[in-house]
């Protein structure tokens, strides 16, 4: 299975990523993306998404001692309160990539918005 799953994933499509990088190398130089890690990347080349706090605050689960009061717990409600009034978008967005693995939100909302474990 996992011999499968290198094949499908790495080396069928090797000489179609090759080919992608060697275009894309000539438009912005390699050593100049070293720098980037690949969630800074994603920034720069998508940027900055319209990040809806009372959306993603609406669409949120909580777990632990934070599951019987959820939004009304007083550090959820710190938290969404530092979100709102002391975070840029850039500071959202980079938040949001943390949690979940990404930067942008689906058009449909947070609703739709799968964290790193699929869910």
């Known amino acids: 299975l996992s011999l499968q799953i290198k094949y499908r994933l790495l080396y069928r499509i090797k000489e179609q990523i090759k080919v992608f990088l060697l275009g ?5 130089d ?3 993306l070293s720098a ?13 998404p319209h990040i809806s706090v009372d959306d993603w605050k609406n669409n949120s689960e909580y777990s632990g001692k934070y599951e019987i009061e959820g939004a009304e717990h007083p550090n959820v409600k710190y ?7 002391d975070f840029d978008m850039e500071q959202r967005a980079r938040l949001l990539q943390f949690v979940t693995g990404t930067s942008g939100v689906p058009a449909s909302g947070f609703a739709h918005l799968q964290g790193n474990d699929g869910n």
């Open 24 to 28: 894309f190398y000539e438009v912005i």
């Open 30 to 32: 390699e050593p100049l």
């Open 36 to 48: 980037f890690d690949y969630q800074e990347l994603e920034l720069m080349l998508c940027g900055l």
């Open 79 to 85: 938290f969404w309160e530092v979100i709102e009034e």
